[in-house]
């Protein structure tokens, strides 16, 4: 069984690829007739190369200076470059930032063919080698083999298959191409039709394998279409895999719909997404640092959307700097975690810098905070159970559900990492129902707990002589945490550590509570003795403010504190019971109903002899707390 690899080739136009490609395939990838007529590539072009147990899927990109963005779609998914340098034209442009692309897309390996050497002197060769070697020096391809060619005569082809074998052999010993569980990816390159058959995609297969008649999806678009044919270059196949190339037949989609940058993917791998977080690489020979907020044209894929870039330390990234950043694109994209991609500038259009997808389906980090890049970080770690719990930490910021942490921490059975994280402490496993479960980040947690003291803080500040927060303004607070058990998580860890205390319903800091000077000590004992004294005819706030000979201002702050006190209860807002007074009513009402008998709100205030006014908000809080029912005009005990 031959090992499928995707060899890209890359350079400056008219140095030669196509007829170096042609002189080892036998096929001319210039297939367009204004390309034949022109001598030059415009579009992508395709070939297959068989030798030994290889087969190599070939993509020709063009070489002029404005059809970068097809050299860029040409380029995902290359597992392997071979680099074209023309013998009597050495080193130009082109050469120069194709390279550059190759570099930030990180290839697995490639090698070097110089062209035309037939038409150059020895010693012209040599100084050509001499200057390619230069360029390679300290890369990937610095021990890469040069090989001279020549697509007239022959001369090199065969060293070059053989180098060619050298280093696929090297490729896929050196890397796991082939996981049979991975979901099948292919990221479309071109759109066509074919009459009596109907829309055509093709492209480079990234991951896993696809059959005639599978279902699948096409992302960004979220159109659900099934495969009617396959061919790889040219031969009708079953199935189609990783490393190969590929033209697939759609049935229910028309091509109307698809354009290149769209991906075929198995149902629910891709998400698409407006936001990425990543670690972006600047080259170094760029004149102007990358500024925030600047936009960029990101590509990705086969895919090219405008980006306005959030620089998450700094305002500014140097030339050959390194940084931590999230992209704004103006287009959903889907991609997954480790992906590669390049950045070039809006205008004019300049190769700066690409990068490393760290999390595809981002949620905006609007003042990132040191667990925020330390987990970025950790989501570049080459240790999976790290890039699981980096991953963990933002999902559940986001409350999202981890069925895709495969493609978001590339790890493809993350459940033994899960239970390593929960063992260790860093996870919390929290039950939203019988059947559903969130895992949450410790780091989460401490954060929510942090922002939680520091709101606490804040209350205590601005109203001293207030008891605490009740549990439910605390929650309105904090709105923006969705799931209520990870807000009930971080609030029990902070009384376990003692940093709150609780009393009833009311939270408070430890330590914290009502700062009362000597006037208002006096003035509360003095209110809560009105209150029991005057019994079913209660004072007034305004009563109160109108009878203090001190600190009446303090007032109805100090009413609201005897009540999160438990001394007084609230029945309205302006109607408080002293707390004695309520608990000898409900004595009353358990005897008097004890036998399941029930009363009206008549019989209540003849017993209370008491008024409608204080009658009807008493009966309705005894509803209310659980105390009493109602049944038509009568209540019973609960």
Known sequence: MSTNLILGTAGHIDHGKTSLIRALTGTNTDRLPEEQKRGITIELGYAKLEIDDFQFGIVDVPGHEKFVRQMLSGATGMDMALLVVAADDSIKRQTTEHFDILQLLDLRGGIIAITKCDTVDPEWLEMVVEEVRELVKGTFLEKSAIIPTSAHTGAGLDELKKELVKVARDVAAGNDLVDPHAPFRMAIDRVFTVEGHGTVVTGSVSSGHAKIGERVEVQPGNLETRIREIQNHDLAVEEIARGQRGAINLAGVHHGELRRGQELCGAGHLRPSRIISAKVQLLKTIHRPLKDRQRVRLHVGTNEVLASVRLLQGKELAPGEVGHVQLFLSDPVVSVWNQPFVLRTESPLE????????????????????????????????????????????????????????????????????????????????????????????????????????????????????????????????????????????????????????????????????????????????????????????????????????????????VKLACDQGVLVKLTDDIYLHQKVVEEIKSQLSGMLADGSGITMSDLRQHLNTSRKYAIPLFEYLDASGFTRRDGDFRYLA
């Open 351 to 558: 190769t700066i810098g690409g990068g490393r997808v760290l999390m595809s389906n981002a949620a905006r980090l609007k003042k990132p905070t040191e667990n925020d890049i330390q987990m970025l970080e950790q989501m570049g770690s080459e240790l999976p159970t790290q890039r699981v719990g980096a991953a963990i930490y933002f999902q559940s910021m986001q409350n999202d559900h981890l069925s895709d942490l495969a493609r978001i921490a590339g790890v493809s059975s993350p459940a033994e990492n899960v239970e390593q994280l929960k063992e260790e402490g860093q996870v919390v496993e929290l039950k939203l129902s019988p059947q559903k479960s969130l895992l949450a980040h410790q780091a989460t947690i401490a954060q929510l707990a942090q922002s939680i003291v520091k709101y606490m803080e804040r209350f205590h500040e601005s109203d001293p002589l207030a008891s605490g927060v009740d549990r439910i303004k605390l929650e309105g607070f904090f709105t923006y945490v969705q799931t209520k058990q990870l807000f009930d998580t971080a609030l029990k860890q902070l009384l376990q550590a003692k940093k709150l205390q609780q009393a009833g319903t009311v939270f408070a800091l430890e330590g914290c509570g009502p700062q009362l000077t000597k006037n208002e000590k006096l003035l509360l004992a003095k209110i809560i003795e009105r209150f029991s004294e005057a019994r079913l005819e209660p004072p007034t706030t305004a009563q109160l403010i109108k009878e203090a000979t001190k600190s009446a201002q303090s007032v109805p702050q100090l």
